[in-house]
């Protein structure tokens, strides 16, 4: 990293809606007026490693070696995950304004629950207002958190018409008929393009997220997708900081969707078939 202080600082989640599996972590600073990934993780207990570990994985651990990692503790989290003060029970405001703006391109939201993300999201949401990251949903005041969602963020980054084909888990469903080794390239093709287009705004990423071998497997292929996703999250932080992303919702529930200056582009393998 550059021997200049960071300016600003954020780090992105890529939550994991149970406690049963583990959730993404990215940090990203920025250093004489340029957005650099810092480093990238796995899971809560692969990032605290990065500082020798030791502590229990928590989010108060997170914050306190990202501050060590980056020189500065976060000015914003961004999180990928419903969130709001009160009790999810159904779909909120949020839900709704990016659906409005984003199912016609595939990238409408799922509907959380009162268990989904449940008790996990709400324990997230408590520690990280405790210790000093409350909701912002129509403004930005930093020290903050702020909810995204990956699939809108891709379209404006990359420009395209519809969601990216990114899961390792529904490459049966983005190319129906083809056999997985088929799959498999075409699926490697897009995290490329992906991260390439990351690395474009946010230096050191194609440096930091290596693709998986080709003949990588389950778990593998989705602790690398765990990190994708959480350096969107922190690409989608990073724009909200630099007043470069809208809010889609209302006071009380808002997705921060970064805005684009690429023109839209067409990729034929985006819309699944069928």
């Given amino acids: 990293m550059s021997a200049s202080p960071p300016e600003t600082v954020v780090l992105g989640i890529d939550a994991a809606w149970t406690a049963a599996n583990p959730s993404g972590v990215a940090l990203a600073a920025k250093i004489d007026g340029v957005w650099r990934l810092v480093t990238v993780a796995s899971s809560f207990s692969e990032f605290i490693k990065h500082i020798g570990g030791g502590e229990a994985p928590s989010p108060t651990a997170l914050i306190a070696a990202a501050t060590r990692l980056a020189g500065r503790a976060p000015d914003l989290i961004a999180v990928d995950m419903p969130m709001m003060d009160a009790p999810i029970l159904a779909r909120r405001a949020a839900d709704n304004a990016v659906n409005r703006a984003y199912a016609g391109r595939g990238a409408g939201t799922h509907s959380p629950t009162g268990s989904r993300p449940g008790a996990v999201g709400r324990a997230l949401e408590a520690e ?82 290596p693709l998986p071998p080709t003949d990588a497997r389950g778990r593998r292929l989705k602790a690398f997708e765990d990190c994708l996703d959480a350096v969107v999250a922190a690409h989608a932080g990073a ?13 009380t529930s808002a997705v921060w969707v970064p805005l684009s200056n690429v023109p839209t582009t067409v990729i034929a393998t985006h819309r699944p078939a069928g």
């Fill in 239 to 251: 724009m909200a900081l630099d007043g470069r992303a809208r809010p889609y919702g209302d006071a």
């Fill in 128 to 209: 990280l207002s405790v210790v000093g990251y409350p909701l912002a949903t129509l403004d930005i005041r930093p020290p903050c958190r702020i909810e995204i969602y990956p699939h809108p963020a891709l379209i404006e980054l990359l420009g395209t018409t519809y969601r990216l084909p990114y899961k390792a888990g529904n490459t049966g469903k983005y190319w129906r008929g083809l056999p997985l080794a088929e799959r498999r390239i075409r699926l490697f093709k897009v995290w490329a393009t992906i991260v390439a287009a990351l690395d474009g705004v946010m230096a050191g990423t194609a440096a930091l997220l």
